[in-house]
């Protein structure tokens, strides 16, 4: 897969999360473990697309 395509799929991956995460804050009841979870799931991708990013900017 290509650098551009992985960004893709990172970013909208990263989106989704986010989209999660604040659905799932708004829910009455909300799991706190799934939360953290998903913060750090989204964490990890935030980084692997500031690195896509550094390496396309250093090519």
């Known amino acids: 897969m290509s ?13 989704s999360l986010e989209k999660n ?3 799932e804050q708004k829910r009455p009841g909300s799991d706190d473990l799934e ?6 799931r989204k ?3 935030k ?3 500031l690195l ?5 900017a250093t090519a």
């Open 3 to 15: 650098d551009g395509r992985q960004l893709e799929c990172f970013e909208r991956k990263h989106a």
């Open 21 to 23: 995460i604040t659905r």
């Open 35 to 40: 939360i953290k979870d998903m913060k750090k």
């Open 43 to 45: 964490l990890v991708i």
């Open 47 to 49: 980084e692997d697309i």
């Open 52 to 56: 896509l990013e550094h390496r396309g």
